[in-house]
């Protein structure tokens, strides 16, 4: 592992659950999309990719997988005490995790280069910046 390569920490609310990231992520996105609204219980879902080799899972964690408007499964990882989603894995991007950004203790991630599912965005929602927009 290289010296300088950043690594960032994240728990779930209890503390039972835990990731290590290493190096920077591959994609920094919002989701709009029905699911990640619920998923977070609020208007979109804020989230990091890294590739599936730069993370280690700490503690044990239950699973959900649903189909995606794209016919592609997505499974939730979640702390089966409180419930936290620590991680999402996509069948269509297999070699990624990706990790909502809420749980991570460092707040140094740029903002997101990508918004998806931008028909499902609520109106009064406006983004600032560069940002690839994807329906």
């Not at 219980?41 to 993370?55: C, K, L, M, P, T």
């Not at 109106?123 to 994807?134: D, Q, S």
Request: proline share 4%.
């Amino acid at each position: 592992m290289k010296q300088d390569m950043k690594i960032r920490m994240a728990d779930c609310s209890c503390g039972q659950v835990s990731l290590v990231c290493r190096g920077e992520p591959t994609r920094s996105s919002v989701c709009h999309c029905f699911e990640c609204q619920k998923r977070t219980g609020s208007v979109f879902g804020v989230q990091v990719r890294f590739n599936v080799e730069q993370v280690s899972v700490n503690g044990e964690l239950a699973s959900y997988t649903r189909i995606a408007d794209s016919g592609n499964e997505v499974s939730y990882q979640f702390c089966p005490r409180c419930s936290t989603t620590m991680l999402l894995k996509l069948s269509a991007v297999p070699e990624s995790i990706v990790v909502p950004v809420g749980v991570f203790n460092e707040h140094d991630f740029p903002a997101p280069s990508v918004s998806v599912y931008e028909q499902r965005k609520q109106g009064w929602v406006k983004f600032e910046g560069e940002m690839e927009h994807l329906e």
